[in-house]
Every structure is written in structure tokens, then in C-alpha cells.
T-cell receptor, first 115, second 113 residues
Framework: DAMVIQNPRYQVTQFGKPVTLSCSQT?????MYWYQQKSSQAPKLLFH???????NEADTPDNFQSRRPNTSFCFLDIRSPGLGDAAMYLC??????????????FGPGTRLTVT | AQSVTQLGSHVSVSEGALVLLRCNYS??????LFWYVQYPNQGLQLLLK??????LVKGINGFEAEFKKSETSFHLTKPSAHMSDAAEYFC???????????FGKGTRLSVIA
């Protein structure tokens, strides 16, 4: 089945130690998104890629970076994780940016713990 | 800018009872509306969507929602709750063109045996 895959499902890192989360998709979608979701809150968009075009949300901290080496893979890099970065990180894809192609398909998420 | 309000952060129903989760949106132009469900430690799964056409939309797991432009609402319903429906539900809205998907704050549904 076509899907969005995130690895690992659970990640523990130390305060200030760089960490990378990965996402892959078999849907061949053009757009990939990264969201941060804290407990009992709605997902918050960090950034998205349309093909190789990177779009950063205005309030996304500089501590968060992303790479998309090809259509299938996208990475979230947290350069110096703080305790406040502990959250669920969700990857999503969509066929395009223009509605109604913007229906998003989500991966299962990576829960990040910062010790 | 568009926005979404979900009334009630927590809704509790008995098994077999009607489920009603409320969603109101704010938009000056016709929106595209979505309901997503999230089970614990899982990603979001699309339940149903409204883009154009028929205003009563049927989704998975027996859920449906009706787009009411006059009330700017897109409430989610299910005639008979099942224990497996216990989850977090998010309403989301986007507009035509390149606008972001905006989520409501979510409603946690509990189903009591």
C-alpha cells in the first residue's frame, strides 16, 4: 500500500545533541510537510517542500532545518534540541499545493523525548 | 485569514449514542474542509472532506459531516458510537490557491461502555 513512513517511531536525545528524524513516502507526492504537535494541541506547521522548493513558516525556530534529497525522502534536523522541543513530529504529503490537491496524508509520527 | 473553532475540547458519549463534534470556520471565500482522526501515538487519518458539490459528505467508519454555508459550520456526526471511536478529532480548513491547512484545537472523544 502507498503510504508515509516515519522512522524512528520513538526517539530519545540529550539536551543540545543534534537529532535527525526521517520521513519517506511511496505516494509520489510533490509536497512534503513537517508538523510539530505538542500534547493536547493541534499540529503546527514547521515547513514544507514543493519538489525541491523549501518554504519555512515565519515562526519556525532556526534550530529546525530540513532536507529533501529526492521526491521520496525528507529529513527534519534539530540542531540543538531543548526541553521545549519534546513533541510528536508528523510528516505529511500532498499531491500539490493548490486546493483540492492539498489533501494531506500523514505518517504515524515520531515522538521525540529530550533528556 | 481562515480559522477554525472546535466547540468542546472533550466530548463524552455512551456506546451506541449519537456522536456530534462541532466545527465552525471563518472564511470570506468558499473553503475546503476536512475532518481528521488521531488515535494515541499515531498520525492523523483523513475521515472525510468537503471540496465542492454535495454538502453532506460521508466518510470512513460511519462518520459524516454536513457543510452549512449559512452557519459556517461543518459538524461531524455518527449515529451510533463505538468504543473504537475514542480518539482525538481535528477539523481543518484551507482555501483555494496556495494557503496553509489550518487546524482546530481538536476534540477528544471518549466512549463510555
Amino acid at each position: 500500500d502507498a503510504m508515509v513512513i516515519q522512522n524512528p517511531r520513538y526517539q530519545v536525545t540529550q539536551f543540545g545533541k543534534p537529532v535527525t528524524l526521517s520521513c519517506s513516502q511511496t505516494l509520489n507526492h510533490n509536497v512534503m510537510y513537517w508538523y510539530q504537535q505538542k500534547s493536547s494541541q493541534a499540529p503546527k506547521l514547521l515547513f514544507h517542500y514543493y519538489d525541491k522548493d523549501f518554504n519555512n513558516e515565519a515562526d519556525t525556530p532556526d534550530n529546525f532545518q530540513s532536507r529533501r534529497p529526492n521526491t521520496s525522502f525528507c529529513f527534519l534536523d534539530i540542531r540543538s534540541p531543548g526541553l521545549g522541543d519534546a513533541a510528536m513530529y508528523l510528516c505529511a504529503t500532498s499531491r500539490g499545493l493548490l486546493s483540492p490537491q492539498r489533501e494531506q496524508y500523514f505518517g504515524p509520527g515520531t515522538r521525540l523525548t529530550v533528556t | 485569514a481562515q480559522s477554525v473553532t472546535q466547540l468542546g475540547s472533550h466530548v463524552s458519549v455512551s456506546e451506541g449514542a449519537l456522536v456530534l463534534l462541532r466545527c465552525n470556520y471563518s472564511s470570506s471565500v468558499p473553503p475546503y474542509l476536512f475532518w481528521y482522526v488521531q488515535y494515541p501515538n499515531q498520525g492523523l487519518q483523513l475521515l472525510l472532506k468537503y471540496t465542492t458539490g454535495a454538502t453532506l459528505v460521508k466518510g470512513i467508519n460511519g462518520f459524516e459531516a454536513e457543510f452549512k454555508k449559512s452557519e459556517t459550520s461543518f459538524h461531524l456526526t455518527k449515529p451510533s458510537a463505538h468504543m473504537s471511536d475514542a480518539a482525538e478529532y481535528f477539523c481543518a480548513v484551507t482555501l483555494s490557491g496556495n494557503t496553509p491547512l489550518v487546524f482546530g484545537k481538536g476534540t477528544r472523544l471518549s466512549v463510555i461502555a
